[in-house]
Nanobody
Framework: QAHLSESGGGLVQPGSSLRLSCHVSGYTYKTGCMGWFRQAPGQERGGVAAIDKQNRTTYIDSVRGRFTISQDKLRNTLILQMDSLKPEDTAMYYC???????????????WGLGTQVTVSS
């Protein structure tokens, strides 16, 4: 059974940066992907970025050029570097693993419990 644990969220001002981390255990990384999703109050959860075993990445348009997803395979850690943060980036951010994560889908994903990111002046 996979276990995902996020950290690194917080309250920052617009234009600031944050680095989210997700430690993963018990997940056999074969054909699937790792990724980040987010859910703002009153909105549905949606994909943000994904990375596969060959380090190929996918981003949604609103974060491309500002966010960078990467992985430290030695430490079993997924990272999301978020720069030039905007108030509309405010959300609970979730780490996910599974085959559908490659297309930022939701089917049979493993999920973490989330970390809150708030961007406000």
């Amino acid at each position: 059974q996979a276990h995902l644990s996020e950290s690194g969220g917080g309250l920052v001002q617009p234009g600031s940066s944050l680095r989210l981390s997700c430690h993963v255990s018990g997940y056999t990384y074969k054909t699937g992907c790792m990724g980040w999703f987010r859910q703002a109050p009153g909105q549905e959860r949606g994909g943000v970025a994904a990375i596969d075993k060959q380090n190929r990445t996918t981003y949604i348009d609103s974060v491309r050029g500002r966010f960078t997803i990467s992985q430290d395979k030695l430490r079993n850690t997924l990272i999301l570097q978020m720069d030039s943060l905007k108030p509309e980036d405010t959300a609970m951010y979730y780490c996910a693993a599974g085959w559908s994560v490659c297309s930022l889908g939701f089917t049979e994903n493993y999920w973490g419990l989330g970390t809150q990111v708030t961007v406000s002046s």
